[in-house]
């Protein structure tokens, strides 16, 4: 099967996020001090994980196999951390920079696609979500962290709720761009403001007593 067609403003969309999303994958391979290729191949992961998924869901070539621009965009990603390296590893808080605006680019997109498919607007923010967050989640397995969508922090949430804005401005009847400007921004605001103040879920902990397993959330 073919791609989804869709227009200039998404593909840029959906490149810049590829580029953003592939700095974050390298930025933290090259923290963990991996070579070239290692930290590319994080980079990879990170920029098409979720789309891919998004996309065999669907039912269709996964978007960067007939497109070498998005190959390009990670390559883009690796060159940007190996020349400004000093930069981007060593000062606190530009992975999270990078992270938010790939999150939040690709759930507007991985949304869009979606609607373009036929499917209701409940599944389009369920692919949404699986685009901006799966490809984290693969970065985060292959070195071996606990995944930040399945830790305290407002991620996957961050997703969802931006979904729900991109619904609620499409109702109001702006043309396409206007819902999809404001689901990214809202996301990629709330994950900024979610790190700056540590807003999180409380976490789910346990404890054992006279060998009976009892989970208790305290």
Request: with cysteine.
């Amino acid at each position: 099967m073919v791609g989804i067609e869709f227009g200039t403003f998404e593909y840029s969309l959906e490149l810049i996020a590829t580029a953003f999303y592939a700095i974050s994958g390298v930025r933290l391979a090259a923290f963990k001090k991996f070579d070239w290729f290692g930290a590319y191949t994080i980079g990879f992961l990170t920029a098409f994980g979720g789309g891919t998924i998004r996309d065999l869901l669907l039912g269709v070539d996964p978007f960067w196999m007939d497109d070498v621009n998005y190959v390009i965009a990670t390559v883009v990603g690796l060159v940007t951390v190996i020349i400004f390296s000093k930069w981007l590893v060593r000062i606190e808080g530009t992975f999270y920079i990078f992270d938010a605006i790939g999150l939040g680019l690709f759930v507007d997109v991985g949304i869009y696609k979606t609607l373009m498919t036929g499917h209701p607007m409940w599944m389009a923010i369920m692919m949404g979500t699986i685009t901006g967050a799966m490809g984290g989640v693969l970065r985060d397995i292959f070195i071996n962290e606990v995944p930040l969508v399945f830790r305290k922090e407002v991620y996957a949430t961050a997703c969802i709720m931006g979904g729900i804005v991109y619904w609620l401005v499409g109702l109001l009847g702006y043309n396409a761009i206007v819902p999809q400007l404001c689901c990214a921004t809202f996301v990629i605001v709330l994950r900024f403001l979610a790190v700056k103040y540590n807003w999180s879920f409380p976490a789910i902990h346990y404890s054992f007593s006279d060998g009976n397993d009892e989970i208790k959330d305290t």
